[in-house]
């Protein structure tokens, strides 16, 4: 699957998110190596620290559906179709190194509706990663 495929899912899965506090839609597609993609979008909470980011709900939904191995992620964020470049939060980097530091991210937004997107590496963006 080509990164624009990988963004325009993550983007359909932003329109499901939750987000009654901060109203900033993020949506995340994951590749598995064997093909599958799996989606989420960001869940808030009125306690806010409990809320679950895009990222980690696709990784979540893979794993549990017995996926464990990532080639690739997509996020997309922002408010009203007007996505923003959004690259995925601390923890999220951390949560996804756990299963591959070489995992290509790819940010997209959307330019006057003409999409864009800037890859990098997890390593990249989550220089120094805890492991045990």
């Known amino acids: ?10 983007i359909e899965a932003s329109k499901n998110a939750y987000t009654p506090y901060s109203h900033f839609n993020v949506g995340a597609a994951i590749l598995t190596k064997s093909g599958k993609v799996f989606t989420g979008c960001n869940v808030e909470c009125s306690s806010y620290g409990i809320s679950l980011c895009a990222e980690r709900t696709a990784l979540v939904k893979a794993v549990s559906e017995g996926c464990k191995d990532f080639e690739k992620i997509a996020v997309v964020g922002g408010t009203n179709d007007e996505f923003v470049y959004t690259t995925p939060c601390g923890a999220c980097r951390q949560f996804l190194a756990d299963f591959n530091q070489n995992m290509d991210v790819i940010m997209g937004f959307l330019d006057k509706g003409e999409l864009q997107h800037k890859d990098m590496m997890l390593k990249e963006l989550l220089p120094e990663t805890f492991e045990l």
């Open 1 to 10: 699957m080509d990164n624009i495929d990988l963004i325009n899912k993550a």
